[in-house]
């Protein structure tokens, strides 16, 4: 990550500052489970495209910082909304905070972020920033909604995959662009490349994600590899090999979804299963695919180290390994 988090070093120490700030509450128990959560290991990638959009874009003020921290919240409370309604274990190598602290503080932690995001838009008033976010909660919100509809579906097909991955994680890539091109003050052609831009990285992100849940390790990935086949999601990769998988296959991989408890034995045979029938291959030029295609996006904007600093990004998103 070096190549781009240098042209933003300054500033994620900034928002680490701001965070503690912002986070403003009477009761000790949310700022514990807060720091927990949050300064946990993130990767920062969603506030860095904030603080690179921004520049790319001419930005030169501190604006950016709070709308930063702001798009961090948001996106940890769909984590601890995420992880209760999957049941989830851990997250970036810690016990995640249902475990620690149950599913009731999780749940009402996260609507607290949510509820202090957008105290903190008022107070920014910045309109257009704040419909965009809002546009993006409610998009989130549908994507969770939709995920569960089609929990453990083997007829789940790519467009609805694509559908729910463009809600639940794409559309909050594409605000932090967005902010950053509003922040500038860009004509609309550069904003909308930047918006973009922001989707098709974050389509790349999940389906990066999806990929590793099949090929990583737990130690690397820091959450139990094989994870999406426990909580019944059918991921790309999978939906690719059904479409070659025969009858029986199918049916077995169904049997596995709808388990209660799933052995190693099942993940291994559904992980056979997508390397016998491309499933990662397919999976992996999707992702390129997306990538080069988001890059393209930024061919409107003039050379600059923020624009090589997004690329790098980019490229980033191919190769990490968690």
């Known amino acids: 990550m070096a190549d781009f988090i240098g042209l933003v070093e300054k500033d994620l120490k900034k928002l680490e500052l701001s965070i503690d700030k912002l986070i403003t509450t009477k009761i000790g128990f949310i700022r514990e489970i807060v720091n927990y959560l949050i300064k946990s290991g993130g990767k920062r990638v969603r506030p860095i495209l904030v603080m690179l959009s921004s520049k790319l874009c001419g930005y030169r003020g501190d604006k950016h910082i709070p709308y930063?921290?702001?798009?961090?919240?948001?996106?940890?409370?769909?984590l601890l909304h995420d992880d209760v309604v999957?049941?989830?274990?851990?997250?970036?190598?810690f016990s995640t905070v249902n475990t620690v602290w149950g599913n009731e503080p999780s749940v009402l932690v996260g609507d607290f972020l949510y509820s202090k995001s957008f105290e903190l838009m008022s107070q920014e008033g910045n309109r257009e920033i704040m419909k965009t976010i809002s546009q993006a909660t409610t998009a989130l919100s549908e994507g969770e909604i939709l995920e569960i509809i089609k929990t453990a579906d083997i007829s789940i097909?790519?467009?609805?995959?694509?559908?729910?991955?463009?809600?639940?994680?794409?559309?909050l890539f594409s605000a932090a662009c967005e902010i950053g091109a509003i922040l500038g003050n860009v004509k609309k052609e550069q904003r909308n490349a930047l918006k973009n831009f922001g989707y098709e990285l974050g389509i790349a992100f999940q389906l990066r994600d999806d990929?590793?849940?099949?090929?990583?390790?737990?130690?690397?990935?820091?959450?139990?590899?094989?994870?999406?086949?426990?909580e019944g999601k059918v991921t790309l990769p999978l939906i690719h090999a059904l479409k070659s998988a025969g009858e029986k296959e199918r049916l077995s991989v169904a049997r596995i979804l709808k388990k209660n408890t799933v052995s190693q034995k099942d993940f291994e045979r559904v992980r056979k299963l997508i390397e016998q029938y491309d499933g990662t291959?397919?999976?992996?030029?999707a992702t390129e695919e997306f990538l080069q295609s988001a890059k393209k996006q930024l061919?409107?904007?003039?050379?600059?180290?923020?624009?090589?600093?997004?690329?790098?990004?980019?490229?980033?998103?191919?190769k990490r390994e968690k």
Request: cysteine-free.
């Open 68 to 78: 930063a921290a702001i798009i961090e919240f948001i996106h940890t409370a769909t």
């Open 299 to 318: 061919g409107i904007f003039p050379s600059s180290r923020y624009k090589n600093g997004l690329i790098s990004l980019a490229d980033y998103m191919l």
């Open 157 to 171: 097909t790519e467009k609805e995959y694509f559908d729910i991955i463009g809600n639940k994680t794409a559309i």
């Open 211 to 230: 990929i590793l849940d099949y090929t990583s390790y737990d130690e690397v990935l820091g959450k139990h590899v094989g994870t999406d086949i426990k």
């Open 86 to 93: 999957d049941n989830a274990r851990t997250r970036r190598g």
């Open 281 to 285: 291959a397919y999976t992996s030029a």
